[in-house]
């Protein structure tokens, strides 16, 4: 490579800015400058096939130069460069030689990228206007030899945890697979390109990038195992974008897609329950109720919806159902028990102006009461079993029951262990 190391010394002997006016000894230094990068190409086309990585490195300063980057020459034979190292490692790799995998997958990279500005510059008219590209067959050969080997490339650098350079390098699988479909060079990929596409979501969610999600999420819910993941991804993407509209409809949509994945259906209820939408909120238990009546989160929404409005019979009426589908639907049973504690409160404070000296009245009043904390006591009692560790839902309220149906021993056992927790 001799040849070429002393034209690319030349190269670097001036510079000047681009699109400036130039005097005439600087247009004469442009020319001069210019020829020599070409030089340098051209060399380097020349020794590919002798040694393609001093090519490739040798060609790096045309690639970059605003002389000459323009040409789609020049990126052809960056790109044959390439792939010529690309070629060389993976026919190592097939014969059981050692090759060199972070140069082979480097040079893919790259490779991608010198096939676009080839095709881009190929396809630019010229002063009259016209367009002839002359590259055209080399591109698509190169495109159907080398696109499987732009997703390995992908899963090598995703493997990495370099998520930048997997999810464009998908990108070059899916828009290599596009193009030799659209040339009736090969069938359209209905199975790799969805993993593609859910590999670049991926990397999309890793980066936190949101527009890198949404590029081609879409056709990874084409794929069966793949499309409930790939629809999450693209909904958290509009989230995040702050695009609130797309997500709410998104959610609605998803709860009649995928049916057993409740973050649709929680996902709109805290939205419209953190917003004070009761309207909404209302609604939204209706249809979920109306697609899915056996689901105890909906009917346990109905209730909530009605204890919210302090309409406790109606919450009472539901939250009952709800443990007929799931009689360890944790917040149906506080809540239920919530309830009577309160119909026990409200009565209390109705009959407070009934006279000491009334006893028929006050037995009435203490039947009716210690009625309702029989009816919240094994509520609480058993949440208190199935979620022994949940102190919130259960002790406070429990130790109310103990403490008004005179359960002396049960109520110092919950007033010691308030005592331990720091209540």
């Known amino acids: 490579m001799k040849k070429l190391v002393l034209s690319l010394a030349l190269v670097l002997a001036g510079s000047f800015a681009i699109g400036q006016e130039l005097t005439k000894e600087q247009i004469k230094e442009q020319k001069k400058q210019t020829k020599a990068l070409m030089k340098v190409v051209m060399d380097a086309e020349s020794n590919i096939s002798t040694n393609p990585v001093g090519a490739a490195n040798a060609i790096k300063t045309a690639v970059n130069s605003e002389l000459v980057n323009k040409d789609a020459y020049v990126w052809f034979v960056s790109a044959s460069a390439k792939k010529a190292v690309v070629d060389g490692e993976n026919r190592k ?64 650098y995703y493997g990495n945890e370099q998520y930048e350079k997997a999810y464009y390098l998908f990108k070059m699988f899916i828009d290599a697979s596009d193009k030799l479909y659209k040339a009736n060079a090969m069938a359209k990929d209905t199975v790799n390109v969805p993993v593609a596409a859910y590999n670049m979501a991926l990397c999309g969610m890793q980066l936190e ?21 790939a629809y999450r991804f693209k909904s958290a993407a509009y989230l995040e974008k702050g695009d609130t509209a797309t997500w709410l409809n998104m959610c609605k949509e998803g709860i009649t897609k995928f ?121 609480l009692e058993k949440l208190r079993t199935v979620a022994p560790d949940k102190h919130d839902l259960w002790l406070t309220n429990l130790t109310n029951c103990y403490y008004n149906l005179k359960m002396a021993d049960k109520l110092k056992e919950l007033e010691d262990l308030q005592k331990s927790l720091g209540y």
């Open 259 to 379: 049916p057993s994945d409740l973050y649709y259906s929680q996902s709109l209820i805290h939205y419209y329950d953190s917003r004070n939408q009761s309207e909404e909120l209302g609604k939204l238990a209706d249809e979920l109720m109306a697609n899915d009546p056996s689901n105890p989160l909906f009917v346990y929404l109905k209730g909530y919806i009605a204890h919210q409005k302090e309409d406790f019979d109606t919450a009472i009426e539901w939250y009952e159902k709800t443990l007929q589908v799931d009689p360890n639907y944790e917040n149906a049973l506080s809540n239920l028990g919530r309830c009577y504690l309160i119909k026990a409160q409200e009565y209390s404070a109705a009959q407070s102006s009934v006279k000491v000296t009334d006893k028929k009245k006050l037995a009435e009043d203490k039947k009716v009461l210690e009625g309702y904390y029989n009816k919240a006591l094994p509520l």
């Open 93 to 156: 790799r097939a014969e059981g030689a050692p090759f060199d995998e972070p140069l082979m997958y480097s040079y893919t990279y790259e490779l991608g990228n010198d096939l676009e500005n080839c095709e881009k510059y190929d396809n630019m008219p010229d002063a009259k206007g016209r367009v002839k590209p002359k590259y055209g067959e080399f591109i698509l050969a190169t495109y159907m030899q080398e696109f499987g080997q732009f997703y390995n490339a992908g899963a090598y």
């Open 209 to 229: 990038n949101y527009d890198m999600v949404l590029t081609h999420v879409d056709l990874a819910m084409d794929h069966p195992q793949m499309a409930e993941s």
